[in-house]
Nanobody, 126 residues
Framework: QVQLVESGGGLVQAGDSLRLSCAAS????????MGWFRQAPGKEREFLGI????????YYANSVKGRFTISRDSSKNTVYLQMNGLKSEDTAVYSC???????????????????WGHGTQVTVSS
């Protein structure tokens, strides 16, 4: 059973940095890509970026390019989302998801992803 578990969320001040983790287990992910999404109250789920598990290629949404960085540690089966210069509008529930690389690369819709974590809350106070 594939499981994705996010961690690292919390309450931070505007301008702070935060690193989220997504630990994957229960499967082999070499042919998958891991995406990061967020959803703020009353808003649609927003794609943030994606990383290919095998090679580590990345792609980012324009809204976060230059502020957010996705990386992975294959030895730990963990993907990270480094967020810098956080703003109040970054407040949301952040989720990671795994999808078949050929299907979701580079900006497949959220419903094309196969596995999802439960999300972690990030709150940025101004």
């Amino acid at each position: 059973q594939v499981q994705l578990v996010e961690s690292g969320g919390g309450l931070v001040q505007a301008g702070d940095s935060l690193r989220l983790s997504c630990a994957a287990s229960g499967g082999t992910f070499s042919n998958y890509a891991m995406g990061w999404f967020r959803q703020a109250p009353g808003k649609e789920r927003e794609f943030l970026g994606i990383i290919s598990w095998g090679i580590g290629s990345t792609y980012y949404a324009n809204s976060v390019k230059g502020r957010f960085t996705i990386s992975r540690d294959s030895s730990k089966n963990t993907v990270y989302l480094q967020m810098n210069g956080l703003k109040s509008e970054d407040t949301a529930v952040y989720s990671c998801a795994a999808g078949w690389l050929r299907t979701v690369w580079p900006k497949g819709s959220w419903h094309e992803y196969t596995y999802w974590g439960h999300g972690t809350q990030v709150t940025v106070s101004s």
